[in-house]
């Protein structure tokens, strides 16, 4: 079963699943707003882009690689995005990350996870979405977060992904910051390390 996390709160991530995680997959899932009409005429959804972060620092702070919708792989190749889902449309997850800690560079020590209303909307007019991280192994869900109406902003710091000798903790942050993407996110990412 998995745990629903609120801000704050910290797990282990080898001591949650039972076993060392090799791979963990960040899934962000949402729908487009709903529109009302009127009199049964123009109801429909108004389509909603959040785009899936992963930006990796090293213990000094200096970000050291980022995987986003403009870069779907990481330069070594331990952490790879699905995509860019522009609509929410469909069932589960529309934007995924796979992060294989057993690749990532020895230089990066955090990797924080974050998300950006690319469309401008904010989160206080998103009805459904959260964002989720997998144990690949077996696909068990570890931990769930979610993100509608989390406030009058259009970007999220989600979590952190913090490495502490052989073992990760993840850390559920659900800061708001502004932004379309993550490099207006910067500032704000820095003060989670």
């Known amino acids: 079963m998995a745990l629903s996390l609120q801000k704050g709160q910290?797990?282990?991530l080898a001591k949650t699943s039972g076993t060392t995680l090799t791979t963990v997959r960040l899934g962000v899932g949402w729908e487009g707003i709903k529109k009302k009409g009127i009199l049964g005429f123009g109801a429909g959804r108004?389509?909603?882009d959040l785009d899936a972060n992963a930006l990796m620092f090293d213990a000094q702070g200096t970000l050291v690689d980022q995987v986003?919708?403009?870069?779907?792989?990481?330069?070594?190749?331990s952490v790879r995005h699905s995509g860019d889902?522009?609509?929410?449309d469909g069932?589960?997850?529309?934007?995924?990350?796979?992060?294989d800690l057993t690749r990532l560079s020895s230089a990066v020590q955090t990797v924080i996870l974050?998300?950006?209303n690319y469309s401008g909307q904010s989160f206080n007019r998103i009805e459904t979405a959260y964002c989720r991280l997998i144990n690949q192994q077996g696909e068990k869900e570890l931990a769930r977060y979610e993100l509608a109406g989390q406030g009058n902003h259009n970007g999220l710091i989600i979590a952190s992904l913090r490495r502490e000798?052989?073992?990760w903790t993840f850390k559920a942050i659900g800061a708001a910051a502004s932004g379309r993407?993550?490099?207006?996110?910067?500032p704000d990412i820095r003060a989670h390390l």
């Not at 993407?181 to 910067?186: E, F, K, M, S």
């Open 181 to 186: 993407t993550y490099h207006d996110n910067l």
């Open 91 to 99: 069932d589960g997850d529309d934007e995924t990350i796979t992060i």
């Open 165 to 167: 000798g052989s073992d």
């Open 114 to 116: 974050s998300v950006n």
């Open 46 to 48: 108004e389509a909603v």
């Open 10 to 12: 910290q797990i282990s």
């Open 68 to 77: 986003w919708f403009r870069q779907l792989q990481s330069k070594d190749g």
């Open 85 to 88: 889902n522009r609509t929410g």
